[in-house]
């Protein structure tokens, strides 16, 4: 063997050396590669959803239904303290007869299981249900505190009454639970009853929206409704009414419109009577006057303006959801 030939055989083994290397170090890296999705899901919670109860359970946990366990009424259900078996302290929400009756061999069950995989920390998760002859019931996560309508309407305790800075954080708060609904979980879940009797308060004063989802109930129940949804709702389904993500938006609108006024929504009059308020720039007519007027008016100016799109636009017009919080998060009392 010649030297050239020598120098070609010693590249041929050197070249065909590092080749092998390469291809077990490829190799290792697939094996490895393979591996890693199966454990990161073993390590992944599993997304839990909502129990069953049998009717037994929900009775015993409200003491039969107490009447002294009653801690709310709204148009779709009675909400009941309850204590389950392991100590849980719950909100039980026992449907109306009448509407259970309505919407009987609807798959309550599975809508309720559904809805139950929401999680987000301006909500109020639903973590079971319970269904019999004539009884549908729904189990959430006890908050501990009272609901926006109350604070705003029905508190005896003037010194109690929320401040110009924790409306604002109630209504960054709000929107991002709404928006977290209408885009961060799949299927998107329209609410279908936007309102402040809706918005539960929690002891640190952040806004958590309950009763998600449950508008099939009930969608053409127009006690508690009126005047928190837009006109097109009350349109036949074939004109693209009922509810929909525009009419949640409408609703957040209307609740906006309490936060700055104080007033309660009475079938619509409280956006007739703000919109030309908001138009004039006539704030010290428009905000309550149970609070110190503030020295800083470019939040509410900015707030009403928001409120005004919501309300005032036909569905295709309004800002969504996802537009409105952005805007909300950036209001600040200077």
């Known amino acids: 063997m010649n030297r050239s030939e020598r120098i070609g055989y010693d590249f041929l083994i050197a070249f065909l050396s590092t080749s092998i290397v390469v291809l077990i170090i490829v190799l290792v890296l697939v094996l ?37 366990r009653i801690i709310g009424e709204g148009r779709l259900g009675t909400v009941y303290a309850a204590v389950l078996d392991q100590g849980e302290l719950v909100a039980v929400k026992r449907i109306h007869p009448r509407l259970v009756w309505i919407n009987a061999g609807f798959g309550f069950s599975t809508v309720l ?7 987000h920390p301006n909500i109020v998760p639903i973590l079971g249900f319970s269904e019999a002859p004539g009884e549908r019931i729904v189990v959430m996560e006890f908050v501990g505190s009272a609901s926006l309508d109350f604070y705003l309407h029905q508190n005896p305790d003037g010194a109690s009454l929320l401040d110009w800075s924790r409306r604002l954080r109630i209504a960054a708060g709000a929107a991002k639970g709404l928006e977290y609904l209408h885009e961060g979980v799949a299927p998107n879940i329209v609410h279908g009853c936007v309102k402040a009797s809706n918005i539960m308060i929690d002891v640190n004063f952040c806004a958590r929206i309950c009763d998600y989802g449950l508008g099939f109930l009930g969608p053409r129940e127009r006690r508690g409704l009126v005047g928190h949804v837009d006109e097109e709702y009350w349109r036949e389904r074939g004109g693209a009414g009922g509810a929909c993500k525009g009419s949640d938006v409408y609703g957040f609108g209307v609740v906006l419109l309490e936060l ?30 149970r609070l110190v007027f503030p020295s800083d008016l470019k939040p509410f100016i900015r707030l009403g303006k928001v409120a005004s799109a919501c309300v005032g636009n036909s569905r295709k017009s309004r800002p969504s959801i996802s537009q409105v919080a952005v805007i909300l998060s950036n209001l600040e009392i200077n």
């Open 260 to 289: 700055l006024s104080g007033r309660q929504c009475e079938e619509g009059f409280l956006v007739k009577w703000a919109l030309p308020l908001i138009k004039e720039m006539r704030f010290s007519e428009l905000l309550d006057p």
């Open 113 to 119: 299981r559904s809805l139950s995989f929401a999680q």
């Open 32 to 68: 490895v590669c393979r591996k890693k999705p199966v454990e990161s899901q073993e390590t992944l919670p599993a997304k839990v959803t909502a129990s069953a109860f049998t009717l037994t359970n929900i009775d015993s946990a409200t003491d039969g239904f107490n009447r002294r």
